[in-house]
């Protein structure tokens, strides 16, 4: 079965700080991997979009890396601000074209001042 | 900047009872989904459609679920006799090239 597992489920960290958010995923076949930003009630926004043929993606202070021979991914969140906090979705496709994502559990960020 | 819009924001029905939760894609997207999210867990695909019918479906989309787009821009989701594990944040995103745009979603309550 096409898994997203994320870790940690839940990040505390002070404003200004940096932090890393994991991803394993089992999903085969691997067309993209997604990292989106959830506010509370509201809908995922895309943050980064990866190929299995690309490494690192950059978004501002978001950076995500992927190794897609150990099926991990990491999002690197530089100097953190308040309005990080959210809930940070790795996102798995399998499909090419129409495409069907698998979403993980979620990692959530608070940041405080 | 162009957004998908989804209406209403919150819903509360009876169990037994028809919904249909609408969406408004970005005019010049061409394949449309469906998400529920249940509170306290992951977003989970329900449905995706692309040329007026629908690609593929989750075993969640099972026959009390229907989509159509009835006039070339609205997008719907039909819960045709809802039960109270239909209460979740419904999410209807559109797709231009590799990315998804989410609408802010629909709270539905079975009560």
């Known amino acids: 079965k096409n898994q997203v597992e994320q870790s940690p489920q839940s990040l505390i960290i002070l404003e200004g700080k940096n932090c890393t958010l994991q991803?394993?995923?089992?999903?085969?076949?691997?067309?993209?991997l997604r990292w989106y930003k959830q506010d509370t009630g509201r809908g995922p926004v895309s943050l980064t979009i990866m190929t299995f043929s690309e490494n690192t993606k950059s978004n501002g202070r978001y950076t995500a890396t992927l190794d897609a021979d150990t099926k991990q991914s990491s999002l690197h969140i530089t100097a953190s601000q308040l309005s990080d906090s959210a809930s940070y979705i790795c996102?798995?496709?399998?499909?090419?074209?129409?495409?069907?994502?698998?979403f993980g559990t979620g990692t959530r960020l608070t940041i405080i001042p | 900047e162009p957004e998908v819009t989804q209406t209403p924001s919150h819903q509360v029905t009876q169990m037994g009872q028809e919904v249909i939760l609408r969406c408004v894609p970005i005019s010049n997207h061409l394949y449309f989904y469906w998400y529920r999210q249940i509170l306290g867990q992951k977003v989970e695909f329900l449905v995706s459609f692309y040329n007026n019918e629908i690609s593929e479906k989750s075993e969640i989309f099972d026959d009390q679920f229907s989509v159509e787009r009835p006039d070339g821009s609205n997008f719907t989701l039909k819960i045709r006799s809802t039960k109270l594990e239909d209460s979740a944040m419904y999410f209807c995103?559109?797709?231009?090239?590799?990315?998804?745009?989410f609408g802010p979603g629909t709270r539905l309550l079975v009560l």
């Open positions: 995103a559109s797709q231009v090239e590799e990315t998804q745009y």
């Open positions: 991803c394993n995923y089992t999903v085969s076949p691997f067309s993209n």
């Open positions: 996102v798995v496709s399998f499909n090419f074209g129409n495409e069907k994502l698998t």
